[in-house]
């Protein structure tokens, strides 16, 4: 599936980053994707420390959300105001500084060229022993191929956007399986391009920082993926 964008204006690209209790790393997070030339958009996914008050100073647009809507929630809701401000391609990265900025550009290309629909920015030598294994069970079931699935540094044009805020996606709580088995289902052409990755610059993955968050993990993603196929 392609995207079409009408009066043959250039299309618009704009950053969404999900934070929530990220004041440590937000505002230089901000700074170098402004510093690439893109806007930002942060949604502080109501977070109990000074995230919203660090984004906006750096130059963000800050959407405050009133509860925790979890990471892809938060996700949807800065595509939903992309989406409605003009803006044609999403591009979303993490707010823990794993997503170096400079590779926004990476992303887009695809996208810019017309040869993919959604970009994920893969790095498969990162991560943890559980992070491996929870991929490769992940790979068995749902048929999906792609080196890295849970990354959360991906570009979206405007079709692929749309589709991610539909209530069919709104039902795929973790959003890395969930949104893959959609786009295959929807036709959307999917590729992977190299990036590199930091480790967080605080703090420990949300997901993959003990073998029981990776059990709950695992479990409700298992469901999706065996919906799904």
Not at 71 to 97: E, F, K, P
Not at 119 to 125: F, R, T, Y
Request: charged share 20%.
């Amino acid at each position: 599936m392609s995207e079409t964008v009408c009066s043959g204006a250039a299309p618009r690209n704009i950053v969404v980053i999900p934070a929530f209790d990220e004041e440590a790393t937000i505002a230089s997070i901000v700074e170098e994707v402004r510093i690439q030339g893109y806007p930002v958009i942060v949604v502080n996914d109501a977070s109990t420390d000074g995230t919203s008050s660090a984004a906006r100073s750096a130059g963000a647009l800050v959407l405050d959300l009133p509860c925790r809507l979890g990471a892809w929630g938060a996700t949807q809701a800065g595509m939903l105001q992309a989406i409605r401000t003009g803006y044609h391609n999403v591009v979303t990265i993490d707010g823990d500084g794993q997503h170096p900025p400079g590779d926004i550009s990476t992303l887009l290309t695809p996208v810019a060229e017309n040869t993919a629909d959604i970009v994920i920015g893969s790095c498969a030598a990162r991560g943890s022993i559980a992070r491996h294994t929870a991929w490769r069970l992940f790979r068995a079931l749902s048929g999906l191929r792609f080196e890295d699935l849970t990354s959360g540094f991906r570009a979206y044009n405007l079709e692929a956007a749309r589709a991610s805020l539909g209530a069919e996606a709104t039902l795929a709580d973790y959003q890395d399986l969930g949104i893959l088995l959609l786009a295959r289902r929807k036709s959307f052409r999917v590729q992977e391009v190299p990036v590199r990755m930091h480790p967080r610059l605080v703090g420990k993955s949300r997901v993959f920082s003990s073998w029981l968050r990776v059990l709950r993990y695992m479990i409700y993603t298992l469901i999706i993926a065996c919906m799904r196929r």
